[in-house]
């Protein structure tokens, strides 16, 4: 049996710009805009074009530019913002406008003083406005992790009558647990009528750390759509990363649900954002942090050595990565030492190997990481021949 595909919408330049301190330039955007189409990604979430005349210049010259993936304006339940929205995309392969409203009681009462009747009509009139513009309009449900799912069954029918062929289900907050917000996917596919007709899609926040958690339990429980950053940037503690769930989806089959991304370029496109933003990839972060396929116990070294799948799930090279990395410290053993060293041009017999590894744990003891040069300094400190095969 195939694997179902599940939809990327990236929303690095959106939602991922939103975070303080990673302003782009329209220029940089488009070089961002095009590395994801290379990617593989469906829908590139270009910006908020009623925001600015910047914003609308980078979303228009983006629709211009991109030459596979749908181009998505955003808007508010606003007829200004959707015309101007309409106006940036309308030269795009395939537009799309992404329109919403908050749908919580917290948003209808504070943020709108209003009504569940009333912000269903808002729902329907902005939808249906977005409908006499392009064909491919998506809904955002505001706050639907925190939304009664009744009532957000309701809106989703109404919107899906009004012309909507996608249905965001936000954690605004990043507050849902994956078994709640999966529970959520399922009752909308179970009690929505005309459901078959639109694409439920995840947008997770990561306050809690479940970005990424809940976005595979909304797959796994119907939604066929994950919106995300590369790097997991965005507002806050930011939002579901591109690059893990990607990798989740191929590394477990069993789950038959799959993306088009081609994942060589992850790595590379990590550090193309990272530098773009100023906004550096913690070490130890998933997939494409510089640990993530980093080794320095001994324990971990000597199983990496005779078989990689013993301490790595993934293959390096399919994320972009050149090779594993041995990081020599003073928890390192001596298979590390003798694997590095030969890497350098050192063939270490079992009794060469046991003499140097003393004069390596001596230097271990001073310095946090032993560099190949280092390597030579112990080596030649031993005072013991040793064969060169370089």
Known sequence: MGKDKVQIFDTTLRDGEQVPGCKLDTKQKLVIAERLDELGVDIIEAGFPISSPGDFKSVHEIAKLVKNATVCGLTRAVKKDIEVAAEAIKIAKTPRIHTGIGTSDSHIKYKFNSTRERIIERAVDAVAYAKSFVEDVEFYAEDAGRTDNVFLAQICEAVIKAGATVLNIPDTTGYCLP????AKMKYLKENVTGIDRAILSCHCHNDLGLATANSISGVINGARQIECTVNGIGER???TSLE???MILRQHPYLNLDTDINSKLLFDTSRMVSQKMGMPVQPNKAIVGSNAFAHSSGIHQDGVIKQR??????DPEDVGVTESSIVLTARSGRA??????????????KLQLDVVYESFLEFADRKKEILDD???QIVEASNISIKSIA
């Open 179 to 182: 078994e709640e917000y999966g």
């Open 237 to 239: 503690a930011g939002n």
């Open 244 to 246: 893990e769930v990607v």
């Open 309 to 314: 799948e013993t301490y790595e799930i993934m």
């Open 336 to 349: 590390a030492l003798a694997y590095r060293a030969k890497n350098i041009g050192y063939e270490l017999t």
């Open 374 to 376: 280092d390597i030579h």
